[in-house]
Each structure stands twice: as structure tokens, then as C-alpha cells.
Nanobody, 123 residues
Framework: QVQLVESGGGLVQPGGSLRLSCAAS????????MGWYRQAPGQQRELVAR???????DYANSVKGRFTISRDNAKNTVYLQMNGLKPEDTSVYYC?????????????????WGQGTQVTVSS
């Protein structure tokens, strides 16, 4: 009942920048938290950054000062501006949303994931 669609991944040289976007759609009453996670081959999925409905944010230590998360509540969209990219940032990036769903299926809170977008940092 809720879909997350990501865009903006790609190949970039070390030191470069990319901007990821994730738009949520469906039977959304409210989105509490939107965030970005990443998972490299053979690694566990890890939190990159998240933003609460209040606007407060949380970042992994490895990206602090380089990445900025923001959201447009009117568009149910979250962004991740990634600057100063490093080869170790190479991963599949997943959008995540903690949503209060309200529709024909009832009213409940659930977590949703996007399909993932590849970010590759290489010269």
C-alpha cells in the first residue's frame, strides 16, 4: 500500500557528488521517519542517515560532514546529498520509511523499503 521509488545513483569519481531521491506514494497518513541505508556485498545493511518528522537528523559517523539528508513533507520525498564521496561509500543504497498507513486496509504503522540504487565511487 506504500511504494518507495529511488533515483539518483550512478558512477562517480572519488571526491565527487551525487544526490539520491526517494518518493513515497500510496495510502499515507503520515511519515514519521525517512532514511537511507546501504549494503555492500558481504556486509550487513547499515544506517547512513535518517530524518524525523520534526526535522531532526541522525548520521553514521562515517558520513558526518559529507552527507546531508533532507525531506520535503509536502511531496513525501527524502533526499541524500552526498559530497566528498570515497570508494568505501560504494554500495547499494536503500530508502526506508516509517509510515502511518490509512486506507481501505485499515490504519496501522509499518516500515517500507525501496528497491535500492547502486552508488559506485571509482576512478
Amino acid at each position: 500500500q506504500v511504494q518507495l521509488v529511488e533515483s539518483g545513483g550512478g558512477l562517480v569519481q572519488p571526491g565527487g557528488s551525487l544526490r539520491l531521491s526517494c518518493a513515497a506514494s500510496g495510502s499515507i497518513f503520515r511519515i514519521y521517519i525517512m532514511g537511507w541505508y546501504r549494503q555492500a556485498p558481504g556486509q550487513q545493511r547499515e544506517l547512513v542517515a535518517r530524518i524525523f518528522s520534526s526535522g531532526s537528523t541522525d548520521y553514521a559517523n562515517s558520513v558526518k560532514g559529507r552527507f546531508t539528508i533532507s525531506r520535503d513533507n509536502a511531496k513525501n520525498t527524502v533526499y541524500l546529498q552526498m559530497n566528498g564521496l570515497k570508494p568505501e561509500d560504494t554500495s547499494v543504497y536503500y530508502c526506508n520509511a516509517d509510515v502511518h498507513v490509512q486506507g481501505q486496509g485499515g490504519s496501522y504503522r509499518a516500515t517500507y523499503w525501496g528497491q535500492g540504487t547502486q552508488v559506485t565511487v571509482s576512478s
